[in-house]
C-alpha cells in the first residue's frame, strides 16, 4: 500500500517501528509511543508536545513532513477526545499518523494553522464534529453545519435523530437506534 | 445638484483622493457557476475582488455517522454518492478501507475490473468538467453538449455493468458485485475510441480557441510549494509541475502493473489545470485499454467473507487517486459489524479551502473561472 520501508524483521515488533526511530532520535526529550496501522506508522503524543513535533517534523532535513493531508477528530468515549494527523513528505515519499489524545472534559490542542494553512478548515471541521478546541486558530466557526448549531453530531452520545425531530415539525423521543 | 455628497463625486480631474466603498456581492448557493450547491462572499472594490468567504455545508448528509450506524456492507451505498460524477472511485476507497481494516483478499479479477470502472468513471468525471469549464468561459451549450455524448455512452456502459449508471454500488468489500458481461471488452474499446473522437472534439473547440487560451492563461499562477502548503492534490498539484499521482507514488491495486505517465502542467494556472485534466483523460483511457489486455479469468468476490462482516480490531488511512485529488478514507474499527470512525478526506473540500487565496486580486468575472478550475463535487465537499 504505501511505498515507506517495512520495518527491518529481526525485532519482532520494535518500539519505533520505521519513519518513527528517527522522529524519536530527533526529539529525545518528548514522551511518545509508536506503533503500526494497516497503511502507516503511527506515533502518540500529548497536545503539550504536539507544536514542538510538528516544528520538527516540518523542518527537519532526514523527516521534512510539508504535506498535512489529513485530520480526523474521534470520540474515544470515557478516554477523551483524540486528533489524528495524517502527514506525507513529497521529497522522502514516506507517510506517517501523529495520534494527540486528550484528557476527558478538556479537549485544546494547539492548532497546526501556523505550520501548514492546509490545517484551518481540517480544524474547522473537527471542532463542530466532535467538539474539539483549537487554540490559536484563526476563525473557529462551524463549517459544514449551521452557523448557530452547538452541537457536536460525531460525538458517541449524540444521537441519530430523525430529520423532522431535530426540524421541530413532528415530536418524538430525540434519537433512534438502527 | 448632485444627490452624492461633495466629496464622493467622481469627477475626471481630482481621482486621485477619490476613495471607493467595498461592496459585497453574494454568489450562490443557487448558481449555475457554482456546480452546485456552495456560495461565497465577494467583497468587491470596484472589479476586483478583495475578499471572498465560501459557505458549504448546504449538501451536508452525515456520511460519517451513518457510516458509524450501519454495517460495512450497508454504509457502502452512502460513499458513492460523495464524489456522485465517479461514485466507483470512491466505492473502491471504501471498500479498500474495510479489506485494510479487515486483513480481506481480493481476487485479481476483481482488482482488474475495480480499475477498468474507476478508470472510466475518471474520464467521465473530467468530461464533466472539461463541458462545465467550456461553459463557464464562455461557449455555454457547445462544449457542454459535446462532452454528454461521450458521458452518456460511459454511463451505459456502466448500467450494463453494474446495472446503474451513477450510483451502482457495485465494488464491495472482497471484490466487485458480480462478473462483467459478455461482450464487454468489445463494448469497452468501442466505447474508447469514441471517447478519444469526443476528446480531438473538445480539444479542437476548446484548445484550438484563442480566445479560450487567452481567457485561461496566466490566471492565478499557483507555484508547487504553495499547492503543498494548502493541501492541493490531484489535477491542481499536477498543474504545478509536480508530478504527483497517489497511483505512482503509492500504488495501491494493479497500479503497479500498468505503464501510463502523469501529465503535468507548467505554472499552475487555470489553462494548466484544464490541460492537465485533458491529458489524464487519454492516460485512464490507455489504463483501461491495457487491463483489458491483462485481465486474468477466475473469481470476482472473495468466498470466504461471512455475510455478516466482523472486523475485530484495524485501523487505517486509505489513499487513491480521485478524479479531484487525494481521496482518502480513515477507518477505525472495534469490534462488531459496524466501524468505530470511517473519515472521509475530500480532495474537492481541501482544494476548495485554497479558493480564497487564489481568488483575491482577480475579476470577479475571473473568480467564476477559478471556481470551475478546481472542479469541485459539492458531494464530497460536504460529506
Redesign the interface.
Same mark, same amino acid.
Given at each position: 500500500? /504505501?511505498?515507506e520501508n517495512p520495518a527491518p524483521a529481526e525485532a519482532a515488533a520494535p518500539a519505533f517501528p520505521g519513519i518513527a526511530a528517527a522522529i524519536h532520535a530527533a526529539l529525545p526529550g518528548v514522551p511518545m509511543t509508536a506503533r503500526e /496501522?494497516? /497503511?502507516?506508522v503511527?506515533i502518540r503524543v500529548a497536545p503539550g508536545d504536539l507544536p514542538a513535533v510538528v516544528e520538527a517534523l516540518k523542518d527537519r532535513e532526514e523527516l521534512a513532513f510539508?504535506?498535512?493531508?489529513?485530520m480526523?477528530g474521534?470520540?474515544m468515549q470515557e478516554a477523551g477526545l483524540e486528533v489524528?494527523y495524517?502527514f506525507y513528505s513529497?521529497k522522502h515519499?514516506h507517510?506517517l499518523?501523529v495520534t494527540v489524545p486528550t484528557p476527558p472534559g478538556n479537549p485544546h490542542v494547539p492548532s497546526l494553522t501556523p505550520y501548514?494553512?492546509?490545517a484551518?478548515?481540517?480544524e474547522r471541521e473537527a471542532a463542530e464534529?466532535v467538539g474539539l478546541v483549537f487554540d490559536g486558530h484563526p476563525n473557529l466557526k462551524? &463549517?459544514? &453545519?449551521?452557523e448557530d448549531l452547538r452541537i457536536h453530531? &460525531?460525538l458517541k452520545a449524540?444521537p441519530?435523530q430523525a430529520i423532522e425531530i431535530v426540524q421541530g415539525i413532528e415530536e418524538g423521543k430525540p434519537g433512534f437506534e438502527? | 445638484m448632485s444627490i452624492w455628497p461633495e466629496e464622493h463625486v467622481a469627477t475626471a480631474h481630482h481621482g486621485e483622493g477619490f476613495d471607493t466603498v467595498d461592496m459585497t456581492i453574494n454568489v450562490g448557493p443557487q448558481h449555475p457557476a457554482t456546480h452546485g450547491v456552495f456560495r461565497m462572499v465577494l467583497t468587491v472594490d470596484g472589479e476586483m475582488v478583495v475578499d471572498c468567504e465560501p459557505y #458549504?455545508?448546504y449538501l451536508?448528509r %452525515?456520511l460519517?455517522?451513518?457510516s458509524?450506524?450501519?454495517d460495512y456492507r450497508q454504509a457502502m451505498g452512502y460513499w458513492d454518492r460523495t464524489d456522485y460524477l465517479a461514485g466507483l472511485v470512491c466505492e473502491q476507497a471504501y471498500c479498500m478501507a474495510v479489506e485494510?481494516?479487515g486483513?480481506i483478499e481480493v481476487p485479481e479479477r476483481a482488482e482488474y475490473i475495480r480499475v477498468i470502472m474507476s478508470e472510466l468513471s475518471r474520464i467521465n468525471s473530467h468530461f464533466m468538467f472539461l463541458g462545465a469549464f467550456g461553459a463557464d468561459v464562455g461557449s455555454f451549450g457547445t462544449s457542454f453538449i459535446y462532452a454528454w455524448r461521450e458521458r452518456e455512452r460511459i454511463y451505459d456502459l456502466l448500467e450494463e455493468v453494474a446495472g446503474d449508471r451513477m450510483f451502482p454500488t457495485y465494488v464491495r468489500p472482497g471484490g466487485v458485485a458480480m462478473d462483467l458481461p459478455e461482450n464487454f471488452e468489445a463494448r469497452c474499446r468501442w466505447v474508447l475510441s469514441s471517447v478519444y473522437q469526443g476528446l480531438e472534439d473538445l480539444d479542437g473547440l476548446l484548445t484550438g480557441n484563442e480566445i479560450f487560451v487567452e481567457r485561461c492563461s496566466g490566471l492565478s499562477p499557483v507555484s508547487p510549494e504553495t499547492a #503543498?502548503?494548502? %493541501?492541493l492534490?490531484g489535477p491542481m498539484i499536477r498543474a504545478t509541475g509536480?508530478p504527483?499521482d497517489i497511483r505512482k507514488?503509492?500504488?495501491?491495486s494493479i497500479y503497479d502493473r500498468i505503464k501510463f505517465e502523469i501529465p503535468t502542467g507548467k505554472q499552475g494556472d487555470v489553462l494548466d489545470r484544464f490541460i492537465v485534466r485533458l491529458a489524464e483523460m487519454y492516460q485512464s483511457a490507455k489504463i483501461i485499454e491495457q487491463c483489458l489486455d491483462q485481465i486474468p479469468g477466475g473469481l470476482v468476490l472473495n468466498p470466504k467473507l461471512p455475510r455478516n462482516l466482523r472486523i475485530d480490531n %484495524?485501523?487505517? !488511512?486509505?489513499?487513491v487517486e480521485g478524479t479531484k485529488g487525494?481521496y482518502?478514507v !480513515?477507518g477505525?474499527a472495534r469490534g462488531g459489524n459496524k466501524a468505530y470512525?470511517m473519515?472521509l478526506?475530500s480532495p474537492s473540500?481541501?482544494n476548495l479551502?485554497?479558493l480564497r487565496e487564489m481568488v483575491v486580486g482577480n475579476y470577479v468575472a475571473d473568480a467564476i473561472i477559478i471556481l470551475g478550475s478546481l472542479d469541485i463535487v459539492l458531494g464530497e465537499v460536504?460529506?
Open positions: 500500500m /504505501t511505498n /496501522t494497516s /497503511t502507516d503511527d510539508d504535506y498535512l493531508r489529513n480526523v474521534l470520540d489524528k495524517h513529497f515519499g507517510s499518523q501548514y494553512p492546509a484551518n478548515w481540517h464534529m462551524n &463549517l459544514l &453545519l449551521e453530531p &460525531l449524540h441519530l438502527f | #458549504i455545508g451536508h %452525515g460519517e455517522k451513518l458509524e450506524a450501519n485494510k481494516m486483513n #503543498i502548503k494548502w %493541501g492534490t509536480l504527483w507514488a503509492e500504488p495501491y %484495524g485501523e487505517c !488511512y486509505v489513499r487525494e482518502g !480513515y477505525l470512525r473519515k478526506r473540500f481541501c479551502s485554497a460536504d460529506k
